[in-house]
């Protein structure tokens, strides 16, 4: 989709017949951002004219929240410590037709936000993300947090079947049918990983847009501690494995214990226990067996349980597009005569 194209398309986004007329809005959560906020305010309202500016502030101790307002966005507090808390009360609380979320640290290029909004507006995608990895970017990464986000994105890839390039992006544009859609529990950093997964594991459209990441002024820092951080990430992964595919999760750890169940008991029988009397080794063959059976019958139960809740799901979507088809019709009506009276 070209530039004019994509500029077209958020300008139809923004105009008040659209939807109700809520237009775009642009969320940016925000701690301890005094240096650059405002900055990022100026530069969306200058791409997003009719755009509403929502900074959220996650108790900084600095005048993060005096410069935004100034810039002339709308602030809002949490108190939650926590980007993940911040961006379910952005979600919640925030009415629009359609969504732009962005970090208040000023290294995201506004001007790509038409290309994100893009595919969203014309119906394409309900999740469009900012990738700083993608082929065609010239994103400007230190060398650790690039490969963290490889090992990470090489991880969901690897656990989830899918081909994307940037997992942790802080850049992303949403339809308001995700962003109402979608239960968020995450506290933290790990926000972006979970919106990832829910997206793909629930059937939302994603796709990937390239932006090219710049190092963040002087004066700003990063919030993120790399090993806390990185295991939440990791912790909110293998949670959400075991939620979204728990035949595959379950019955994985249940062949590994009857493998090892095998092995043990082999080993006791032919006497390659060493020192270790072949009864007690297989005696825990045998509760290693059972273990592996029990994960196994576990699995298939959740399997069950999970096929039933995506099955409710997807009713509950159809009933929910069907209503909002219908309360549309009833405005057109309306509007129509209004119109010829």
């Known amino acids: 989709m070209s530039r004019t194209h994509a500029n077209e398309v958020v300008t139809l986004a923004e105009a008040p017949v659209v939807a109700g007329g809520r237009g775009v809005a642009v969320l940016v959560p925000c701690y301890n951002e005094e240096p650059t906020v405002a ?80 595919p969203v507006v014309a119906g394409e995608a309900d999740m ?49 049918e995700f ?11 790990e926000i972006e990983t979970e919106l990832t997964i829910k997206a793909v594991e629930r059937g939302f459209r994603l796709v990937e847009v390239p932006v090219d990441l710049t190092h ?20 909110t992964t293998l949670a959400l494995f075991r939620d979204y595919k728990p035949l595959t999760f379950f019955g994985g750890v249940g062949l590994f214990l009857l493998l090892l169940a095998c092995a043990a008991g082999g080993a006791g029988l032919f006497g390659f226990g060493g ?19 029990l994960s196994l019958t576990a699995g298939l139960i959740l399997h069950s349980i999970a096929r039933r809740s995506q099955e409710f799901e997807y009713h509950v979507r159809v009933l929910t597009d069907e209503l909002r088809a219908g309360r549309a019709h009833a405005d057109e009506e309306r509007n129509g005569g209004a119109a010829g009276r």
Not at 179 to 189: C, E, I, Q, S, Y
Not at 220 to 229: G, P, T, V
């Open 275 to 293: 020192a270790v009397p072949g009864a007690l080794v297989i005696a825990a063959a045998a509760g290693l067996f059972v273990c592996g059976l």
């Open 216 to 235: 963040r002024p002087e004066g700003s820092h990063s919030k993120i501690q790399f090993l806390r951080d990185g295991f939440l990430i990791l912790n």
């Open 128 to 176: 469009s993300v900012g990738s700083r990895l993608h082929e065609r970017s010239q994103s400007q990464f230190k060398r650790r947090n690039r490969m963290a986000n490889r090992l990470v994105r090489s991880t969901l890839n690897f656990i989830f079947r899918v081909e994307l390039t940037d997992i942790l992006s802080g850049y992303r544009a949403f339809s308001r």
């Open 179 to 189: 962003v109402k859609g979608l239960p968020l529990f995450g506290g933290g950093f």
């Open 39 to 118: 900055r990022v305010v100026a530069r969306f309202r200058e791409e997003l004219p009719r755009a509403r500016v929502y900074v959220f502030d996650n108790n900084s101790t600095d005048r993060t929240a005096e410069e935004a307002r100034r810039a002339g966005a709308e602030v809002f507090n949490e108190r939650r410590q926590g980007k993940g808390y911040v961006v379910q009360s952005m979600f919640r609380q925030v009415d629009a037709d359609f969504y732009v979320m962005v970090d208040g640290d000023d290294t995201y290029p506004a001007e790509a936000v038409h290309a994100l909004l893009a």
